[in-house]
């Protein structure tokens, strides 16, 4: 159904929709990411997390009583090892566990009014290797069949943003996986209410595992030749691992820092 252009052989490459993101953004923030070099975790990022894992427990198994909420994040963090590392990379302590489930319950009182007819799954995961050793691999927070269409939902605890390419990219893994597209994709902010839905098509699925098979040889064609790849300054140089050293970031987040 796509046609996923031929790329370059080299090292096996697993790329995630927030890789594809970082890269046509910053190219060399994405290069760091896939040597394994990540930026500084954040609170926000922290809760987002853990609100996924509580919005995926109601939707597999059904609400969450308020007085079993805390308890609830508490085996949610302990069962989750990336939560469970990102809180020590944080510092966090026991005892402002109460402070992070009460913010995690403010979004989880929003995400109940959310209707959940056609729910068939939650954090589906996805993968495929359209190329030799290229693998696209990602999770879905949530999959619902509208009367035999099927609706990709992103779930976002804060400002939705720019997030064209994150859902081309679930349009086509899923279209990858499934060998069907998907009839709409959505990211839903749980904290303003926003809703950015797009109706894939081949034609624009096609073009967007293009880029996706054109960052595939930029990389490995700087990995062969140890060249760095081109950097781009902007506000997602605040989480950049290279900040410290970059001319480029450190200007953006200097302009930035002015309002
Ligand atoms: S600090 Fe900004 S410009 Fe520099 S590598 Fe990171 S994202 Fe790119």
Redesign the pocket.
């Known amino acids: 159904m796509i046609d996923f252009p031929p790329v370059p052989s080299g090292d096996r490459l697993v790329v995630s929709a927030s890789a594809f993101v970082a890269f046509e953004?910053?190219p060399?923030?994405a290069n760091?990411r896939f040597r394994g070099e990540y930026g500084p975790p954040s609170r926000p990022s922290f809760i987002g997390g853990l609100a996924h894992r509580v919005f995926a427990r109601h939707l597999s198994q059904g609400p969450i009583e308020s007085d079993e909420f805390e308890q609830v994040c508490k085996e949610e963090i302990g069962g989750a090892p990336s939560l469970n590392l990102r809180m020590g990379e944080l510092g966090l302590k026991p005892s402002q566990i109460p402070a992070l489930v009460e913010e995690t319950r403010g979004l989880y009182d929003r995400f109940v009014k959310f209707p959940s007819d056609g729910f068939e799954g939650a954090e589906v995961s996805l993968e495929a290797e359209p190329q030799p050793d290229v693998i696209l691999r990602g999770r879905v927070d949530a999959v619902f069949n509208d009367a035999g269409e099927t609706r990709l939902v992103d779930w976002k605890t804060g400002r939705i943003g720019e997030v064209d390419d994150q859902l081309g990219f679930y349009s086509l893994l899923w279209a990858l996986d499934r060998n069907a597209l998907p009839s709409a994709v959505e990211a839903v902010s749980v904290k303003t209410g926003e809703r950015r839905r797009a109706v894939p098509t081949v034609e624009a699925i096609s073009s967007l595992a293009a880029r996706v098979a054109a960052m595939v040889t930029t990389l490995r064609t700087g990995w062969a030749d140890g060249s760095e790849l081109e950097?781009?300054?902007?506000p997602?140089?605040t989480y950049?691992p290279?900040?410290d050293d970059?001319v480029?970031?450190r200007a953006?987040t200097a302009v930035m820092a002015q309002g």
């Open positions: 953004q910053c060399e923030s760091a950097r781009v300054g902007g997602w140089c950049c290279l900040l970059c480029e970031g953006a």
